[in-house]
């Protein structure tokens, strides 16, 4: 192939508008990257197989928010310094030690919530997944409560979604004992 003139090209005889070739190959790559833009939440049948093999984790990660009295927005990155702006807090804002921190970073990190706060009513949110940016998406948590949430579902897969735009709703599916799988979207 060789360059015949500005955006045109010869191949065996013929010509091929490298102008049009590059467009759509760019919209091939937008089309594949919508396609893979929307992420479902995962289903209560994944959440309870990864409940149950993270469960001891959850307890313990729950017990050391207790401990040191986090009501703060926990994020295992870093010293657990984001914009305050966000709710997170540096380490030592919230009077965590170095190598407590470092102990809740190794253990988000272990079992895999990678945001972690409690509530001034002692309950005990874990992220376990999410999906979206600006406003948009979904949250899903598991949340150590004394008393029963409402609403509750029979299941998460039954959670029906606002319509509305900036419309966030919640529910709440039982786990097992004082856990609960919680989703916010």
């Not at 015949?4 to 759509?24: K, M, Y």
């Not at 207790?66 to 657990?80: P, R, S, V």
């Not at 914009?83 to 809740?104: M, P, Q, V």
């Amino acid at each position: 192939m060789r360059l015949v003139s500005g955006l045109h090209a010869e191949a065996g005889g013929g010509r091929v508008n490298l102008a049009r070739i590059t467009r759509t190959g760019l919209l091939w790559l937008s089309l594949l990257g919508l396609a893979g833009c929307f992420s479902p939440p995962p289903t209560q049948q994944a959440l309870m197989a990864q409940f149950h093999a993270e469960r001891s984790g959850y307890e313990a990660l729950r017990k050391m928010m207790q401990e040191d009295g986090i009501t703060d927005i926990l994020h295992y990155g870093g010293e657990f310094e984001k914009d305050e702006r966000w709710n997170f807090k540096s380490a030592e804002k919230i009077d965590l030690s170095h190598t407590r921190a470092g102990a809740y970073r190794s253990l988000m990190k272990k079992i895999d919530v990678p945001r972690a706060f409690r509530s001034e009513h002692d309950e005990a949110a874990l992220l376990l997944d999410s999906w979206g940016m600006a406003n948009r998406g979904w949250r899903v948590l598991v949340v150590w409560r004394a008393t029963p949430p409402r609403p509750l579902l029979d299941s998460l897969d039954d959670f029906q979604r606002s319509k509305i735009p900036n419309d966030w709703q919640e529910g709440y599916a039982h786990a097992e004992g004082d856990w609960y799988f919680k989703i916010i979207w």
